[in-house]
């Protein structure tokens, strides 16, 4: 899909089209990110590093879930 960089007051900007909001499952407001690869720049609606943030802290609370019900008390 081919995109035309645009002015947008003193900045420049790419206005992402309907089809391509629905696709990233993304409203105006939402946040993207984006992340470099080998093969150029990826648009995404995933963050990676949250991602692995959230994994490790479900893995800690089924751990330690007898403790997190106590500190909760």
Same mark, same amino acid.
């Given at each position: 899909?081919?995109?035309?960089? !645009?002015?947008? =007051?003193?900045?420049?900007?790419?206005?992402? #089209?309907?089809?391509?909001?629905?696709?990233?499952?993304? *409203? &105006?407001?939402?946040?993207?990110?984006?992340?470099? !690869?080998?093969? =150029?720049?990826?648009?995404?609606?995933?963050? #990676?590093?949250?991602?692995?943030?959230?994994?490790?802290? *479900? &893995?800690?609370?089924?751990?330690?879930?007898?403790?997190?019900?106590?500190?909760?008390?």
């Amino acid at each position: 899909m081919k995109l035309k960089i !645009t002015a947008i =007051g003193n900045s420049a900007g790419v206005i992402l #089209p309907r089809e391509l909001l629905a696709r990233l499952r993304v *409203e &105006k407001g939402d946040e993207l990110y984006a992340l470099e !690869t080998p093969d =150029g720049i990826k648009l995404t609606s995933y963050d #990676p590093t949250l991602a692995k943030q959230m994994e490790v802290a *479900e &893995k800690v609370m089924r751990k330690d879930r007898h403790v997190l019900r106590k500190l909760a008390q």
